[in-house]
């Protein structure tokens, strides 16, 4: 478990399980950014049992708020190269959006995966026009790396996606 300020970052419980399948299939609230695509809940629910959303290659947490409250979920998983690791992140509500949240939750995943693994890289991926996204990056020490044109299929349309990245190096100087 890591624990900020405002929010808890944590595994799934088998507890959750009803709740968080619920939110996450939630098309309305994926808004401009998320695929449509989702997963049935009873692929969701055979997947937690197999390994808990807990895998080498990926690892899914929820966010909750000071008064347990899943309010998001942030994940980290296989990046192109073996030194890298990507996060991805989503908050379930927008009206709780710009409040330091995923902002807090993502610096905890950050210093994390540092603390914890040999990686030498961690990367974030935003539409370019997803301001909030795009500030979360930055908050956090990451670098606007460029653009990788058309790289995602979202809603019907291909979209281009902003590349973040923040090195081991500029991580242990920002903790100075």
Known sequence: MLKGQLCTVRHLLTADL???????????????????????????????????????DSELFVIEDALHHIIGVITHFKSRTPVSREIGYRLFDTELAGRGYVTEACQLMVDYLFNVYQYHRLELLSAPENVGSVRIAQKCGFQAEGVARQAFFIQGRYRDVAVFSLLRPEWEARRL
């Open 18 to 56: 009803n709740t968080f399948i619920a939110l996450a299939n939630d098309l309305p609230s994926r808004g401009d950014y998320f695929s449509t695509h989702f997963k049935s809940p009873e692929t969701m629910r055979k997947e937690f049992m197999q390994h808990g959303f807990v895998s080498e």
